[in-house]
């Protein structure tokens, strides 16, 4: 079954292809010999004119040609081209611009983020009463302990928090170098 549809779609692509070589090789015709003797009268009438040669250009022969070519059809103008092409190249632009305010704001969220786990820590530490009356002393074996008095780490953290604002600063000041403006970012 496969070999005799492969026999059809030889023959199709034969046939097609004839067309396309006889117009190929179309060429004109070398003149007829001129006659050996000039006594003898020729039934053929002189060419008045001589048939000009249809020249067929490339795309890699166009850059060459000097003057300007001849196109059936609609005139173009370079400027229409690029109107064509802007449509894609914004798109392209919108999806960049996107992805850049996408990225911004996964870095700000990140750190937002980490801004937040220090609020709850400072809350906590500010909010710890060492008042445990259990007989173990208030002492957790699988809790690991920090010796640093609760103020210093308290303060620890409001530095570590402070450090943070001033990175969403940076990343809000290299977004609107990008173009970015804050509202995108929230």
Avoid: C
Wanted: glycine share 4%; proline share 8%; no cysteine.
């Amino acid at each position: 079954m496969t070999l005799v549809r492969l026999r059809h779609l030889e023959a199709v692509l034969l046939f097609a292809a004839f067309p396309a070589i006889s117009h190929a090789q179309d060429k004109p015709a070398p003149p007829a010999p001129a006659p050996s003797s000039p006594a003898k009268p020729t039934a053929t009438p002189a060419p008045a004119e001589k048939k000009k040669s249809k020249k067929v250009w490339t795309n890699d022969e166009i850059g060459s040609v000097k003057g300007e070519v001849s196109v059936v059809g609609e005139q173009t103008k370079s400027e229409d081209k690029a109107d064509a092409a802007r449509p894609y190249q914004a798109q392209r632009n919108d999806n960049l611009h996107q992805r850049q305010v996408s990225m911004y704001r996964d870095q700000i969220q990140q750190i937002q983020a980490q801004i937040e786990t220090a609020d709850k820590r400072i809350s906590q530490l500010k909010n710890f009463k060492g008042e445990n009356t259990a007989p173990s002393g208030g002492i957790n074996p699988s809790q690991g302990y920090n010796m640093v008095p609760l103020e210093d780490q308290v303060k620890q953290l409001e530095e570590r928090k402070k450090q943070l604002q001033a990175k969403i600063q940076d990343v809000e000041a290299d977004a609107k170098k990008n173009g970015i403006e804050p509202g995108e970012l929230r």
